[in-house]
């Protein structure tokens, strides 16, 4: 069955090659790349710009992205939602065909994607950028029903807002708590840089408040960084629970706004529960995904080492040494473009050298980052010894000042590349 | 001996008539996320585009070698060997 399948596809795309008129999208290879996030709409777009033959469809459940990286400002009164959200006419001005729906099967034999609802569409090679999906079978209590009491706000969006609206509201002297996840994660200084500008609007405008971090882990990113900022800036308003300290939350009682731990039942006024993610369902549907949930990948072309000719990219991926973030997503969606064009004109990839930078915000005028450069190295993105590393733990405040204009500029940059 | 492979390659693209785009060295692609290719981007980090490839290399081995304050290029400069460092300028400054 599948294999007539396949001859028949290789009949119909043989006869595409027959000079003849061109259909919507011409005779060169098809690529497919499910996902328009940071990482790809990305590919997408740089496919199309390595080599203009190639036919790229981008599926895409949302006619309207909102950026994860920022919206923490949002939870602080700093920034309007709309200041995250972007369209894909740029996207499309490109050449890029825009398939809105969502990807429901991938037939990783037949070579095709079908959307819900809509085309089956054939492809030579597959990029899958589904991002997470947050697991809501992880945490006794914590399911879809109960994040609409207890936001995760790890999607940018209504649970953002959601969020904004409880901090808001909350009366003075509440508590927030923030439920941080094991890693992997995405993003992994978030959940500090949202306890960092949650503090920072509590002091200014709810000074008997304070935020209060349930964590899985005993060590997490930029951490002497924030723990040094937080004694400067918030030694009232924002407290750390390592694992060790009995962090770990077992279980979440939205109807009681409680949060188990080994130790005590926290009663939350908020309650933001981070829960553990896994690789986008599309990715455990179509084999690309391994027992831990996320998605082995050659670190030179980023193909599965699961299923040929599906390539995965971003916070789905293990990448090694990389952090899943929105600059990593990016960085590595255009060594996806390359290796992908390469690999269509029958060219071996050349050897990627890839870089991530992250950028937090502590306070409006307080940035720090943290870097790295990466290679392949047994079989995964490895960091190069003596590069990379966070911002100086001692520096002047005139630097963290210079740290987040350049984390506003980041962002208008990458959102600029990406969606622009 | 890299960025003349690189320039190479670019001028042969020109001349087969760019049936595809030049493709960024290793590393390269990478700097976009900062340094807007767009001049309207509203960033205070500076452009690479068309910068001379001697300004670009110069400033990243100045980084590297810890003789230029930065924010975060004196530690991503330690990851590029200087024959990166060449090839990766000469195609910025290519870029219009």
Redesign the interface.
């Known amino acids: 069955m599948r294999t007539s399948r396949r001859q028949f596809l290789k009949a119909a795309s043989a006869a595409a090659l027959v000079p003849a008129p061109a259909l919507a999208q011409g005779a060169g290879p098809k690529v497919v790349v499910i996902g328009g996030g940071f990482a790809g709409a990305s590919a997408a777009r740089?496919v199309k710009?390595?080599?203009?033959?190639v036919n790229v469809t981008l599926i895409e459940a949302n006619r309207t992205f909102t950026a994860c990286p920022f919206s923490n400002g949002i939870l602080a009164g700093l920034r309007d939602l709309g200041a995250q959200q972007f369209r894909y006419d740029r996207v499309a001005a490109d050449g890029v065909v825009l398939a809105y729906g969502t990807a429901d099967e991938v037939d990783t034999q037949a070579r095709t994607v079908s959307v819900a609802n809509g085309p089956k569409l054939p492809y030579d090679r597959l990029v899958m950028a589904p991002g997470v999906d947050l697991r809501f079978d992880a945490l006794p209590g914590y399911d879809a029903r109960a994040a609409d009491i207890m936001p995760h706000a790890w999607k940018a969006g209504e649970q953002t807002l959601l969020l904004r609206q409880q901090v808001e509201s909350m009366e003075d002297g509440g508590t927030v708590f923030i439920v941080a996840p094991a890693n992997p994660f995405r993003c992994p200084p978030g959940p500090y840089e949202r306890a960092s500008l949650i503090a920072y609007y509590l002091k200014t405008k709810k000074p008997k408040s304070k935020v209060v971090i349930l964590d899985a882990k005993d060590t997490f990113s930029k951490q002497r960084l924030f723990q040094n900022a937080w004694k400067e800036l918030y030694p009232d308003h924002l407290e750390w629970i390592s694992l060790s300290q009995g962090g770990k939350v077992n279980a979440v009682k939205p109807g009681e706004m409680t949060l188990a731990t080994d130790f005590s039942d926290h009663k939350a006024a908020v309650a933001n529960v981070i829960p553990p993610q896994r690789a986008g369902v599309i990715a455990q549907k179509a084999g690309v995904a391994d027992r831990s949930g996320w998605c082995p990948v050659d670190p030179v072309t980023f193909e599965s080492k699961q299923v040929p000719n599906v390539h995965v990219i971003g916070d789905a991926a293990i990448m090694g040494g990389m952090p899943k973030s929105a600059?990593s997503a990016?960085?590595q969606a255009?060594?996806c473009a390359?290796a992908i064009?390469?690999l269509l004109?029958g060219e071996k990839p050349?050897?990627?050298?890839?870089?991530n930078?992250c950028y937090s915000l502590v306070a409006p005028d307080y940035g720090i980052?943290v870097?790295?450069?990466y290679k392949p190295a047994n079989g995964v993105l490895a960091d190069?010894q003596?590069?990379?590393?966070v911002?100086p733990i001692e520096a002047p405040r005139s630097?963290r000042e210079?740290?987040a204009?350049?984390a506003?500029?980041?962002f208008?940059?990458?959102t600029?590349?990406v969606f622009? | 001996m890299k960025a003349t492979r690189a320039f190479v390659a670019a001028l042969a693209v020109l001349a087969s008539g760019a049936a595809f785009a030049a493709e960024a060295p290793p590393g390269a692609s990478s700097c976009s996320g900062c340094h807007a290719t767009n001049p309207n981007a509203g960033t205070t980090v500076p452009p690479l585009n068309g910068r001379s490839a001697g300004d670009i290399a110069d400033a990243m081995n100045e980084y590297k070698a810890g003789k230029r304050p930065g924010t975060i290029m004196d530690r991503l400069a330690k990851g590029f060997s200087e024959e990166e460092i060449k090839a990766i300028a000469a195609w910025y400054a290519a870029q219009k």
């Open positions: 740089f710009k390595y080599d203009p033959r600059f990016n960085a255009k060594v390359a064009t390469a004109r050349v050897e990627p050298r890839l870089i930078t980052t870097a790295g450069v190069i003596g590069a990379g590393g911002s630097q210079l740290e204009q350049f506003d500029g980041w208008k940059t990458i600029g590349e622009g």
